[in-house]
């Protein structure tokens, strides 16, 4: 996995927009979040239920999958399907797994994955889900933490992806959405 290097540079929703393209008309509802934040025990980070809200499942430049409630692989079943078997890892293996997972207090919790085998979770640090960082649990590489928004993590993200072309050139990932 290459690092993700975090620039405090704070993208914002309209950012999102301009680099993925305008989303397909969407009708979010804030009930739509209330079982999953039951379950955490907890709000969200807004960008990132803004985002979803806007967008919904999908995969982001064909490479990072994320889940909405009422995506057609649910946020709440997947989170709740990835706590349990990375508690299970932890168990075995607790020095693999700097951190707990939820329901464990200050548990990381799952909101998405990228095609590398990288999972992605919240790192409920702070009291304001805002202020939540994002850990990378790299596929057979450790751990990596991202201090900011879900919005800078997804910029970031697609800024470092890079694909290899038909004649085997290295080429910078484009910015793209599509839903699922």
Not at 97 to 108: M, N
Request: aromatic content about 12%.
């Amino acid at each position: 996995m290459t690092a993700i290097k975090q620039v405090r540079r704070m993208a914002g929703h309209d950012e999102l927009q301009q680099l993925l393209g305008a989303p397909a008309p969407r009708q979010p509802s804030p009930e739509d979040w209330a079982e999953v934040e039951n379950y955490i025990g907890s709000p969200l980070p807004s960008d990132f239920k803004a985002f979803l809200d806007t967008y919904g499942a999908g995969v982001i430049s064909e490479e990072l999958v994320v889940f909405h409630p009422r995506g057609s692989s649910p946020l709440l079943e997947r989170m709740r399907s990835i706590h349990e078997r990375f508690a299970a890892r932890r168990e075995r293996g607790p020095d693999d797994f700097p951190h707990p997972f939820h329901p464990e207090p200050g548990g990381l919790i799952s909101w998405g994955y990228d095609y590398g085998g990288d999972e992605h979770f919240f790192l409920p640090c702070h009291p304001d889900p805002d202020r939540w960082k994002i850990v990378t649990m790299a596929h057979e590489e450790g751990c990596e933490t991202f201090d900011g928004p879900f919005a800078d993590f997804i910029v970031a993200f697609m800024e470092r992806l890079e694909f290899m072309d038909e004649d085997g050139n290295i080429r910078p990932a484009t910015p793209s959405f599509e839903s699922c």
